[in-house]
């Protein structure tokens, strides 16, 4: 299966973001930089995740910490939700 990959320049121009906010996001494992040929990439299903990142940073001016942490709560609550999702099944069952 191919996978699209975005040139990190355009999204910078385009979302206006900083080179740099993307590639500490990388180094603090939030999302995936792909180098090519010297040139740095995101796959294109880690898009949204860097759009709200973004908007959590620049918007909502939260640190990278911080970021962290909210993604990890969201993880933690869709675990959750799917639990009570399948726990509802077995109910019904």
Do not use: P
């Amino acid at each position: 299966m191919e996978r699209t990959l975005i040139r990190i320049i355009d999204v910078c121009q385009s979302h206006k973001i900083e080179l740099q906010f993307i590639r500490n996001l990388s180094s603090n494992g939030l999302i995936e930089v792909v180098v090519q040929d010297e040139e740095e990439f995101v796959k294109e299903e880690e898009l949204k995740a860097l759009e709200q990142f973004a908007t959590w940073h620049y918007d909502l001016e939260i640190n990278l910490q911080g970021i962290e942490v909210a993604k990890h709560l969201l993880h933690k609550i869709e675990q959750l939700q799917d639990e009570i999702r399948l726990l509802r099944i077995e109910i019904r069952e």
